[in-house]
């Protein structure tokens, strides 16, 4: 028996529509931090880089590894 189960592709959207307070950004920084063992400083260079969306500041972060770029976010 072989039984097909088809589920719907759905896609989170975790933009944000107004600039994040200084709080958010806190929250968003210590989450990026964490997932990244980056630093405050290039935490936030990511983040800001991406328009404080942290799923995209993620991807531009595993991007940068994988392209062995890391090195352009020690670069002010």
Same mark, same amino acid.
């Given at each position: 028996? /072989? !039984? $097909?189960? $088809? !589920?719907? /592709?759905?896609?989170? /959207?975790?933009?944000?529509? @107004?600039?994040? #307070?200084?709080?958010?950004?806190? =929250?968003? @920084?210590?989450?990026?931090? $964490?997932? @990244? #063992? +980056?630093?405050?400083?290039?935490?936030?260079?990511? +983040?800001?880089? &991406? #328009?404080? =969306?942290? &799923? =995209?500041? +993620?991807?531009? *972060?595993?991007? %940068? +590894? &994988? %392209? =062995?770029?890391?090195? %352009?976010? *020690?670069?002010?």
């Amino acid at each position: 028996m /072989n !039984v $097909k189960l $088809k !589920v719907p /592709n759905k896609r989170l /959207n975790i933009s944000l529509e @107004t600039t994040p #307070d200084s709080a958010l950004k806190e =929250n968003l @920084t210590h989450i990026f931090m $964490k997932l @990244t #063992d +980056l630093d405050r400083q290039r935490s936030e260079r990511c +983040l800001e880089e &991406k #328009d404080w =969306n942290l &799923k =995209n500041a +993620l991807e531009y *972060f595993i991007k %940068l +590894l &994988k %392209l =062995n770029h890391i090195d %352009l976010l *020690f670069t002010t």
